[in-house]
């Protein structure tokens, strides 16, 4: 017979995690089940409880871990400089992390952020919140910058609204694009990052001018 090998509690507390992060992902914190949570990590429920106390503290130890990586997201992804060619090849890279085959952990964050929303929508607020905090006002700099160099026209969008329709398409598309051969989208991974990226430029005001050159350059 096999023995089974006995993983120290830090190494077993990570695989919990691990796996809750998964299962609330996929079900969402309503619809997920600490039992299935502790017969993929391989332990009892009992002995999960003594590492989490409760179904609600293993969803906040998830959130916790995806709120880390909304901020080193933030390291790749924060506007550099505060200009309209920041903003469009910004969105270019953004959008590259959504539907592109990597960042598995990246794309989980995604889903609970979904899930949060059909649910009881606490932890999307809070994301939604320190995202508008730490970025919107960089964004609204790169926004002027770009409306008095002539690349972006016509009606100003509240900076609030253009940074949630945003996150929105890429929440979305997250989901639908997972698997590209089933996806409901036209195109393969390449193009679905381009026309995400020109809708929401073009959504914003940018001239088409200015998209072809901020891409190219």
């Not at 507390?13 to 017969?39: D, H, M, P």
């Not at 509240?158 to 089933?182: D, I, K, Q």
């Not at 996806?183 to 914003?204: K, M």
Request: charged residues 25%; contains cysteine; glycine residues 6%.
């Amino acid at each position: 017979m096999t023995k089974r090998t006995r993983l120290p509690a830090k190494d077993r507390k990570a695989l919990i995690l691990a796996n809750a992060r998964a299962i609330f992902a996929q079900s969402g914190y309503e619809a997920a089940r600490t039992q299935e949570i502790a017969k993929r990590s391989g332990v009892s429920e009992a002995l999960m409880y003594r590492h989490f106390p409760s179904k609600e503290a293993l969803y906040r130890a998830v959130l916790r871990e995806v709120i880390r990586e909304q901020d080193a997201s933030y390291e790749i992804l924060g506007l550099q400089e505060l200009n309209g060619r920041a903003l469009v090849r910004n969105l270019h890279a953004y959008f590259s992390l959504v539907i592109g085959p990597s960042q598995v952990r990246f794309k989980e964050g995604f889903r609970l952020l979904l899930a949060s929303l059909i649910g009881d929508a606490r932890f999307a607020t809070l994301v939604y919140r320190r995202a508008h905090r730490l970025m919107n006002h960089r964004l609204t700099a790169a926004l002027r910058q770009a409306r008095d160099a002539g690349e972006v026209v016509g009606r100003e969008i509240s900076v609030a609204n253009t940074s949630l329709f945003t996150e929105h398409v890429g929440t979305v598309l997250n989901v639908l694009a997972s698997n590209v051969e089933r996806s409901p989208y036209h195109g393969n991974t390449e193009d679905l990052i381009r026309d995400a990226v020109w809708f929401c430029c073009r959504g914003v005001g940018f001239t088409d001018e200015a998209i072809e050159r901020h891409l190219r350059d």
